[in-house]
Nanobody
Framework: QVQLVESGGGLVQAEDSLRLSCAAS????????MAWFRQVSGVEREFVAV????????HYADSVKGRFTISRDSAKNTLTLQMNSLRPEDTAVYFC?????????????????WGKGTRVTVSS
């Protein structure tokens, strides 16, 4: 089964940008729809963005639409989340996840492979 490792998190100020990456090992991401979720301590994991297997279809949470961009690189076997115009409310641990589902899915329960997360902190 593929393993996922996120990187790129950090402490930034409001309106700054960050680029998160999710590297895969033990398999190819080409077989998976991929997504980013985020979680604040004590709160249910929240959908952020999803991309289908080919990369042709993406979908975003309303809270990040127009600011975040999800993409995938088949050659590098990676998933990326470009985050611009960051806000304090974007502060969370960000997880990448993979599902064999054909259609992009916004529900965390549909994903059976997860990374351990990378922390993003946005100060005001």
């Amino acid at each position: 089964q593929v393993q996922l490792v996120e990187s790129g998190g950090g402490l930034v100020q409001a309106e700054d940008s960050l680029r998160l990456s999710c590297a895969a090992s033990g398999g190819t991401l080409n077989d998976y729809a991929m997504a980013w979720f985020r979680q604040v301590s004590g709160v249910e994991r929240e959908f952020v963005a999803v991309i289908n297997r080919s990369g042709a279809i993406t979908h975003y949470a309303d809270s990040v639409k127009g600011r975040f961009t999800i993409s995938r690189d088949s050659a590098k076997n990676t998933l990326t989340l470009q985050m611009n115009s960051l806000r304090p409310e974007d502060t969370a641990v960000y997880f990448c996840a993979a599902t064999l589902s054909v259609l992009p899915d916004t529900h965390a329960s549909s994903y059976d492979t997860w990374g351990k997360g990378t922390r993003v902190t946005v100060s005001s």
